[in-house]
């Protein structure tokens, strides 16, 4: 039988992008490898980024929205260099392919792992496991503004950002939130806004979200501000579940989750579009990193388990976890990069999870 082929659009983009992206590569060649030939990637790499701007003048070629939806899923390294504006090259490659692609799910773990120490106490002695779930098209993200009146001079130009929520945008992420949480453990959603200060749109959020929540009787739901969720990630921990909320706040406290599972490195995530009309995007939530590109020692760990979230998405459930596993074993044997309190670097930190899923096929 032919093996089942996943095609993926390798985007590496900047900075430690590319060292990352080939790490998670590897480790997926491998899976496909020991599957006996019931699947294998196909893989395309796409030079778009900074680097393709100072070539270009654009962040990504013009047909590049049309050459991707012909993918199975696009796997993305990191966006931004000092050459380009952050405005600029965010919105010229990942969000113009989020927004475009309707990658309305960002699904980010927070994962706490073996070896690596948080700067949290309470996670020494309890048992933390919790998921972001980002609202990933519109919010306070949505691009809807301007800038004007800069004829009148310096000081006076007037600048708007209008953040966009409709009750189509929050039901199908609340939904989203409260199908995932049917799935764990501890069934509750969390959902997080600042109502008593923005009283149009996340009013309307929490109207949503009360009415949403009638349809999972059988999981638990709280509603907290985003300065009191702060500290609950802090302070409570052990309480979250599924925590739900628009694109920055769900940004800002996943960014929050991450350090406190030990650095930015070892987060993962997904911007999905559920209804597959458009394939979905897999990454690293950490930056490009400059100051620590080209040096080999970035921590590949986010971008791996990115990997697995996409093998989740192809249906590969039980390589999915045995990627999970497998990054386990290499932390627990110490196999640890720097921003984790290590001396391994990105290679060495690759093949012990790799070694981990080759032992993990061998008969004790």
């Given at each position: 039988m032919a093996p089942q082929t996943f095609t993926i659009a390798s985007i590496p983009a900047d900075g430690v992008g590319k060292e990352v992206v080939a790490a998670g590569r590897r480790v997926l060649d491998v899976l496909a490898e020991q599957s006996g030939g019931r699947f294998a990637f196909e893989w395309e790499e796409f030079p778009w980024g900074c680097g393709y701007y100072e070539q270009t003048g654009k962040m990504m070629a013009d047909d590049g929205l049309d050459t991707l939806k012909a993918f199975d899923a696009i796997y993305f390294g990191a966006v931004g260099w000092e050459n380009v504006p952050d405005h600029i090259s965010l919105w010229g490659l990942r969000l113009n392919i989020t927004q475009n692609f309707d990658q309305w799910a960002n699904v980010r773990p927070v994962k706490f792992l073996p070896?690596?120490?948080?700067?949290?106490?309470?996670?020494?002695?309890?048992?933390?496991?919790?998921?972001?779930?980002?609202?990933?098209?519109?919010?306070?993200?949505?691009?809807?503004?301007?800038?004007?009146?800069?004829?009148?001079?310096?000081?006076?130009?007037?600048?708007?950002?209008?953040?966009?929520?409709?009750?189509?945008?929050?039901?199908?992420?609340?939904?989203?939130?409260?199908?995932?949480?049917?799935?764990?453990?501890?069934?509750?959603?969390?959902?997080?806004?600042?109502?008593?200060?923005?009283?149009?749109?996340?009013?309307?959020?929490?109207?949503?979200?009360?009415?949403?929540?009638?349809?999972?009787?059988?999981?638990?739901?709280?509603?907290?501000?985003?300065?009191?969720?702060?500290?609950?990630?802090?302070?409570?921990?052990?309480?979250?579940?599924?925590?739900?909320?628009?694109?920055?706040?769900?940004?800002?406290?996943?960014?929050?989750?991450?350090?406190?599972?030990?650095?930015?490195?070892?987060?993962?995530?997904a911007n999905l579009n559920p209804e597959r009309r458009f394939p979905s995007m897999f990454e690293p939530v950490h930056g490009s990193a400059p100051d620590i590109a080209g040096q080999g020692i970035s921590n590949p760990i986010g971008a791996i388990a990115s990997a697995a979230l996409m093998l989740d998405h192809f249906g590969l459930h039980d390589e999915a976890r045995r990627v999970e596993a497998a990054i386990e074993a290499a932390t627990a044997s110490g196999a640890l990069t720097r921003d984790i309190g290590g001396t391994s670097d990105t290679a060495a930190v690759t093949e012990a999870i790799v070694h981990a899923l080759q032992t993990a096929l061998t008969p004790a």
């Open positions: 070896g690596v120490q948080s700067p949290l106490r309470k996670a020494d002695d309890t048992e933390l496991d919790w998921v972001v779930v980002r609202e990933n098209s519109e919010g306070e993200y949505a691009g809807l503004g301007g800038r004007n009146l800069s004829g009148r001079g310096p000081g006076n130009e007037v600048a708007l950002q209008t953040a966009l929520f409709t009750e189509k945008g929050c039901e199908r992420i609340m939904r989203f939130a409260f199908d995932l949480a049917r799935t764990r453990t501890v069934k509750k959603v969390s959902s997080v806004t600042k109502s008593n200060a923005q009283q149009y749109g996340m009013v309307l959020w929490d109207d949503v979200f009360k009415r949403v929540s009638l349809d999972y009787p059988d999981v638990a739901t709280e509603s907290v501000l985003v300065d009191a969720m702060s500290a609950k990630f802090i302070l409570h921990p052990e309480e979250l579940s599924v925590v739900v909320a628009s694109n920055l706040n769900a940004d800002i406290l996943s960014d929050l989750g991450s350090a406190l599972a030990g650095s930015l490195g070892v987060a993962a995530s």
